[in-house]
Every structure is written in structure tokens, then in C-alpha cells.
């Protein structure tokens, strides 16, 4: 299971840090990845690191927004810095096997509203 945690509201140009925290049967093998659905839009990706550190970003959060993971504790993270409006959205953490395409274990979301 995973565990998203860390949402809440700010400010446009505030900063938040998000932590999904990974239990049962996991492994650090696992690409983690974070997405995000604003109202009315469909689910988009955001990012994702494998378990070597290489990372992946979209363009709307290159710069912005950093991803890591600490192994030892099955958790990832990610940084948001310089946010904005349009960065609110429920944003979810999801893994998967590295060698599958598609991202198969979600978490519950957790929200992060940016006000102007």
C-alpha cells in the first residue's frame, strides 16, 4: 500500500513537500511516480524516479518541483517550490515494476490547493 501525505493550502510562490510512504510487500526496485488531477481534468503524470535516482519530470513542473526517494524507509518525496494556481489538484503517488509500462499501485491522493 501507499501512503500520500504532506497536501494543503498555500500560497502562489509557497512551497510544500509531499511524502508517500510505501508498506506491505515492497521493494525499492519499484519506479515511483507522483500524478495529479485538477477538477474537471483528466489525471496527468508529474514525475518519477527509479530505483537507481534517475528521474523523469513533466514540462509544466521542470524547475519547480523535485522528486527523491529514500530507499531504507520506502518513502518518496516530492518538492514543490514556486507553486501555482494552476498546480492545484489531487496529487497521488503510484509504483510500479520496472519493466511494466503502466503504473499499477495507487495510493489514496492527497490535495494541494495554491491560492493567487
Known amino acids: 500500500q501507499l501512503q500520500a501525505c504532506g497536501g494543503g493550502l498555500v500560497q502562489a510562490g509557497g512551497s510544500l513537500r509531499l511524502s508517500c510512504a510505501a508498506s506491505?510487500?515492497?521493494?525499492?526496485?519499484?519506479?515511483m511516480g507522483w500524478f495529479r488531477q485538477a477538477p474537471e481534468k483528466e489525471r496527468e503524470f508529474v514525475s518519477h524516479?527509479?530505483?537507481?535516482?534517475?528521474?523523469n519530470y513533466a514540462d509544466s513542473v521542470k524547475g519547480r518541483f523535485t522528486i527523491s526517494r529514500d530507499n531504507a524507509k520506502n518513502t518518496v518525496y516530492l518538492q514543490m517550490d514556486n507553486l501555482k494556481p494552476e498546480d492545484t489538484a489531487v496529487y497521488y503517488c503510484?509504483?510500479?515494476?520496472?519493466?511494466?509500462?503502466?503504473?499499477?499501485?495507487w495510493g489514496q491522493g492527497t490535495l494541494v490547493t495554491v491560492s493567487s
Open positions: 506491505g510487500r515492497t521493494s525499492s526496485i519499484y519506479v
Open positions: 524516479i527509479t530505483s537507481g535516482g534517475r528521474t
Open positions: 503510484a509504483a510500479k515494476w520496472p519493466t511494466d509500462s503502466l503504473f499499477d499501485i
